[in-house]
């Protein structure tokens, strides 16, 4: 049993309301993790050995549990911060939240969003740290939060934009922010291969299936299994070929 708790992700509770942080705790046992509730400074103490993942903070009115956050915060710079919603006194974080990743959790808390969040909180890593979009304007931070809500899903995405700003920055983003990061990012530019060979390219084909085909090519989709495929200037690509693509 004990090496299964060493397994588990740490995540830190932190409530003034008591009975919501032992609610809490069971939740994220049932998820499989380990919580570690605030008030219990030997808990606290075991976390400089093994670190929190996240923390989930709900009502900071206790002084006490504001002064433990900001020496964790201090401890742990770029420890991820779930809020849950509906807390005024999460203004007096704004100060600590400007330079770590922090996501609010709608209440009553649902067990998906919950999931979530904590495993994108898991996948905060130097991954997220170098991020390729640099800039701090509101246009720069509205991408990046349209790239960390499409990220948590295996979906296409459409990217739009004109011609050199970004679309396949973007799309490697989106991959390197997903559950299949570790898996192979495809790029493949549309217009750049004729027509008669761009199905062979993304479907693969067998040798001796035509003319010149001399061994057996694996496409583009096959490459990318389990990873992203980025069809570039997809909108070269001829209607024949974007209805195969469809079906």
Sequence with gaps: MADKIDAQ???????SNQARAREL???????DY????AADSDALASLSASPAVAVVIGETSDS??????RDVAARTPDLPVLLV????????????????PHWTL???????QLTRFLKRAERYDDRDRRQRLSGNSMPIRAVRELIEQVAEFDTNVLISGESGTGKELVARTIHEHSERADRPFVPINCG????????SELFGHDKGAFTGAISARTGRFELAEGGTLFLDEIGD????????LLR
């Excluded at 992700?9 to 409530?15: E, H, N, W, Y």
């Excluded at 509906?86 to 704004?94: E, I, M, V």
């Excluded at 690509?237 to 195969?244: A, E, I, P, T």
């Design 192 to 199: 750049a291969i004729p027509a008669e060979l761009l199905e």
């Design 64 to 69: 006490g549990m504001l002064d433990t956050f």
């Design 85 to 100: 919603d509906g807390n005024d006194d999460h203004r007096s974080l704004q100060s600590q939240l400007k330079t770590r």
């Design 237 to 244: 690509m001829s209607l024949d070929m974007q209805v195969k």
């Design 34 to 37: 380990e919580p570690v509730i």
């Design 25 to 31: 705790s069971h939740r994220l046992r049932f998820l």
């Design 9 to 15: 992700a740490r995540v830190l509770v932190m409530d």
């Design 106 to 112: 709608d209440t009553p808390l649902r067990r998906s």
